[in-house]
């Protein structure tokens, strides 16, 4: 309608001539909702609200008097209350074009006297810190002003005199280092994951190789296996042929040798073993005749040599009675020849070997110097023949039997 007026939700409508007055302000501020405006008594006007953006590039000197570029930007709007709108109503409602150059020639004061007290690595690693200095300095301004800045950013920081770069030199030649670095060790993980692909290819190749050789063998080998199996089977059953037949040629030569064992080599040592004892008995007893003779010819002889010393010495004193005894000595050869021929012709048993029989002939010829020694006793006791071959010793005329000469060489 003509007389009806609604903003838009980015304006505010300023109606200057009515009565009614919004605080101070010398007109009324309508937002959000139409209103009536006379015609020639009441003037309406509309101040935007929209978001306005100032676009800040200023020459600073940090605190160590070096030369920056700075650019920032500001973003803002009038304020939504009344007195914000009133304060840009009266200082923008026929100027809001110049708006931002205005707001931008503030921050940029700000901006020059916050840079001017910070050095230029505190600029650099604290841009939020000087953005939010610059909007702090500039509040006070800007509430007079009827603006409420909603962000400050700094986009860029020119170095005119090298300073920056200089500063960012080492770090530059390490990043550059370090990207060198790992480059060449990128290369050569490349290089490596490379060589290790090669070689695990080169492998499985070779692995293929390998296996299809093996496959090959092994199908030979059946193919093989198959056309020498009739042969083969042929030879196993003539190897187990001869292996039964040599077996049974074994058995039959342990048979055989068990046989010549039991039946001749163990009767041919138990005959040679009873010849061999019969034999060395036979020599032991060929021995103990001999050393009987030899010791009854030796006591013979003695006995011969003591009768003719008696003897002498009888004719040479007179005696008459030993001449009998003389002739009873010369029976003892007789005597001693039967009592050996009697054990040349028994089989006796000894126990001592040469020992008994030397002890059996001592008791022969034992018994026959008894008998001298009682005829050289006396002419009434003695005897006029000589005992038997075999019969006891005669005892003296004590009744006490002759003492046992013991032989010579015992």
Known sequence: ?????????????????????????????????????????????VLSLSLREAEISEDCVTQQGIRLAVRAVAVFKVGDDSTSIA?????????????????????????????????????????????QEVKDGSHSEMEKLGIVVDALQIQEIGDTSGYITNLAAPHAAAVASAARIAEAKA???????EQEAAALKAKYERDTAIKRAGFLAETEQYNASAA??????????SQQVIEEQTALAERQAALAAQRLEAEVRRPADAEAYRLRTLAEARRDQVRFEADARAYT??????ARADANTALAGSLRDGNQELIAANRTVENLPALAQAAAEGISGSRLTVLN??????????????????ILDTLKQGPATAPTTAPAAGAPPIADGDG??????APPGR
Do not use: Y
């Not at 010819?297 to 003695?302: D, M, V």
């Not at 006490?400 to 000469?405: C, D």
């Open 228 to 237: 020498q199996s009739g042969p083969l089977s042929q030879a196993r059953a």
């Open 1 to 45: 309608m003509l007389f009806w007026h609604v903003p838009a939700p980015n304006e505010a409508l300023l109606i200057s001539g009515s009565k009614r007055r919004a605080g101070d302000a010398q007109f009324r501020i309508v937002t959000g909702h139409g209103c009536w405006v006379m015609p020639v008594k009441q003037k309406a006007s």
């Open 297 to 302: 010819e030796r006591t013979l002889a003695q």
């Open 353 to 370: 070997g040469t020992d008994g029989i030397n002890e059996i002939a001592s008791a022969v010829v034992g018994q026959g110097l008894a």
């Open 87 to 131: 304060n840009a109503a009266r200082r923008f409602l026929s100027e809001q074009d110049t708006m931002e150059d205005l707001v931008g020639r503030i921050f940029a004061g700000h901006l020059r006297s916050i840079v001017g007290g910070l050095t230029v690595e505190q600029i650099i690693r604290e841009r939020d810190r000087v953005a």
């Open 187 to 193: 290369d050569q993980e490349a290089t490596e994951r």
């Open 400 to 405: 006490s039997l002759p003492q046992k000469v």
